[in-house]
């Protein structure tokens, strides 16, 4: 049977010596090992948050994710055509609502809402919310005069407040912004080893001017590194795992969660045509969103060659700084080495290796979609009643063992190498309670582009 270099293998146990460090991470020194380690973390975001210092601690297994459904004005569409004759008032029924059980919409008594498509500026003079899912207001333009007919398709009333109010103005009601929250948890990420008792004896050897021993000593943290990658990033909802030792999770990854929230472009299935058009139309979805107009991006390693193809093609249209001169650590330490701008946002990109699966695994890369995958993340974040929230930070779970408190990867050891027990072997283990949270989820955008 061939023998194909670039794969590993399983064994219960190896007799190789081991270092490790990664046990020692905390949320203050995160960045310190990876400057160290830039080799073993530069692909990884779950990495890079904890180098940033965007991880939070959480008391329970599951957690709560902001979404921000809001607009900087309200808005309420209608059922049918608003017919306006005369400036006369007009009742209309509301099309759309804040909440699931369709309680809560925007008109109120005295607020003034002028109509996209036409321009007129309408008051509200009644409303009536008794039945959920039935609101209806009375409407009236605030100047004589007004016939006109909106088609119930285009009838958009956009909230101006109340700008003119009388002398000695009383309280009349206020418009809230609807926040909303989405339901994550933490996922249990292990990665084990064990080595026989030779790994205390194998004789360090210098050949020329190489040093040939200790072949296992980075693999346990580079695994577990890519374990908790895969994980936080990629990995659903696993709910028919039944092997003895694992267990079954409702922990979503970040591309999971924009798929399912955020903005998804796949061209209605066939992927999407990285051209001029397709910069137009995403920033179009990022301007009328409102949140950010930077954006970093993983973009899988076929994905990284249109998008260079495109940069080239584009060179006098677009803003390109290939960013070999900015060496801020976490720049540097992550490889983000392609920004433009294009339109008005700011994307940085950098080739995500994990999306790469003949580097990753010595897999056929073209059969992947991933390598045809981009995922833009909206740098900055969002003021809530809860105070500042980034956009995208980890969560972990800690628990009450003095040793283990702080630490974002418990490290664990038994066998008499360890001087633990009789058997004259070493285990070990490292173990994250870890799961991702974006907030403001609806501004993350994820690109499955067709192959060109």
């Known amino acids: 049977m061939a023998v194909t270099p670039q794969h590993g293998f399983a064994v219960p146990e190896l007799n190789k010596q081991v270092l490790l460090s ?52 309200n808005l309420f569409r209608v059922t049918a055509n608003v017919v306006v004759t005369n400036s006369a008032p007009v009742t209309v029924t509301i099309a759309n609502y804040t909440d699931s059980g369709e309680t809560l919409s925007a008109p109120a ?9 036409t321009q007129i500026v309408f008051e509200v003079t009644a409303v009536n919310k008794t039945t959920a899912g039935a609101h209806t207001a009375t409407i009236k333009p605030v100047n004589t005069g007004v016939t006109e007919t909106i088609p119930v398709a285009d009838a958009e009333f956009i909230s101006l407040g109340r700008p003119s109010v009388q002398e000695s103005s009383f309280q009349q009601d206020g418009e809230y912004d609807a926040w909303s929250s989405i339901e994550n948890e933490i996922t249990i990420i292990r990665t084990n080893k064990a080595y026989s008792d030779l790994a205390s004896m194998i004789q360090i050897e210098q050949r020329g001017n190489s040093t040939y021993y200790n072949l296992d000593r980075t693999k346990l ?48 299935g066939s992927g999407a045509t990285l051209d001029t058009a397709f910069f137009r139309d995403l920033s179009r979805a990022i301007d009328g969103d409102g949140r950010a107009t930077s954006y970093k991006g993983l973009v899988g390693s076929e994905a990284y060659y249109l998008v260079e193809d495109f940069l080239k093609a584009q060179f006098n249209n677009v803003n390109i700084n290939i960013n070999n ?22 994307y940085s990109f950098k080739k ?17 979609p991933q390598a045809l995958g981009m995922l833009l993340i909206p740098q900055g974040g969002i003021m809530t009643d809860e ?38 072997n070493g285990q070990l283990s490292l173990t994250s309670y870890m799961g ?6 609806e501004s993350f955008v994820f690109v499955q582009l067709a192959a060109q």
């Open 22 to 73: 990664l046990g020692m991470v905390t949320t203050n020194n995160a960045l310190d090992f990876y400057k160290a380690f830039p080799d073993i973390s530069k692909d990884s975001l779950v990495a890079e948050l904890e180098a940033s210092g965007k991880i939070a601690q959480t008391g329970q297994e599951k957690y709560k994710m902001l979404v921000d459904y809001n607009k900087d004005r």
């Open 109 to 117: 008594v005295g607020l003034w809402f002028k109509e996209n498509s």
């Open 221 to 268: 943290p580079k695994q577990h590194i890519d374990t908790k990658e895969m994980r936080l990033i990629d990995g659903d909802v696993a709910n028919s795992v039944t092997s003895t030792g694992n267990r079954a999770t409702n922990a979503k990854g970040l591309v999971p969660l924009v798929k399912q929230y955020g903005t998804s472009l796949n061209g209605s």
């Open 325 to 346: 001169g900015d060496m801020s650590d976490i720049q540097a330490i992550f490889d983000y080495t392609t920004d433009f701008k294009i339109d008005g946002i700011t």
């Open 352 to 368: 995500y290796n994990y999306w790469n699966s003949a580097r990753l695994a010595g897999a056929d890369v073209t059969k992947s």
């Open 387 to 424: 105070g500042w929230k980034e956009n995208l930070r980890l969560r972990y779970l800690n628990n009450d063992i003095a040793s283990d408190e702080g630490l974002l990867n418990k490290f664990d050891t038994d066998g008499a190498l360890f001087g633990k027990n009789t058997t004259r």
């Open 436 to 441: 991702i949270e974006a907030n403001d989820i």
